[in-house]
């Protein structure tokens, strides 16, 4: 069975930074360094939304208007993680940061492009 389990996430006031951590493992038919990656997150009343994506080598990157220059993804695949490091945050990010696994083919940028999710981790900025 799959599990991807974030962490790293909490309170940080703005202007901050938050590095998070998703560890990938399990299943006899999932290898991480074979799937493309992304991080959503979900505010209290809206809908979970795409925040950044990574290809399975870590060669192509892709990220939501509003965080770039400001957010970073990465993937070590010898760990069989993926990382968000989140710079200059605003209360506006608060949110559960989820990492996912994609489905076959380019980077997704839906939930329903994904297969796999983990169960989030909370980041709260303060004004």
């Known amino acids: 069975q799959v599990q991807l389990v974030e962490s790293g996430g909490g309170l940080v006031q703005a202007g901050g930074s938050l590095r998070l951590s998703c560890a990938a493992s399990?299943?006899?038919?999932?290898?991480?360094?074979?799937?493309?990656m992304g991080w959503f997150r979900q505010a209290p009343g809206k809908e979970r939304e795409f925040v950044a994506a990574?290809?399975?080598?870590?060669?192509?990157?892709d990220y939501e208007n509003f965080v770039k220059g400001r957010f970073t993804i990465s993937r070590d695949n010898g760990k069989n993680k993926v990382y968000l490091q989140m710079n200059s945050l605003k209360p506006e990010d608060t949110a559960i940061y989820y990492c996912?696994?994609?489905?076959?083919?380019?980077?997704?940028?839906?939930?329903?492009?994904?297969?796999?999710w983990g169960q989030g981790t909370q980041v709260t900025v303060s004004s």
């Open positions: 990574i290809s399975w080598s870590g060669g192509t990157t």
């Open positions: 399990g299943g006899h038919t999932f290898t991480f360094m074979n799937q493309n």
């Open positions: 996912a696994s994609g489905r076959a083919g380019g980077l997704q940028y839906y939930p329903n492009g994904y297969q796999y």
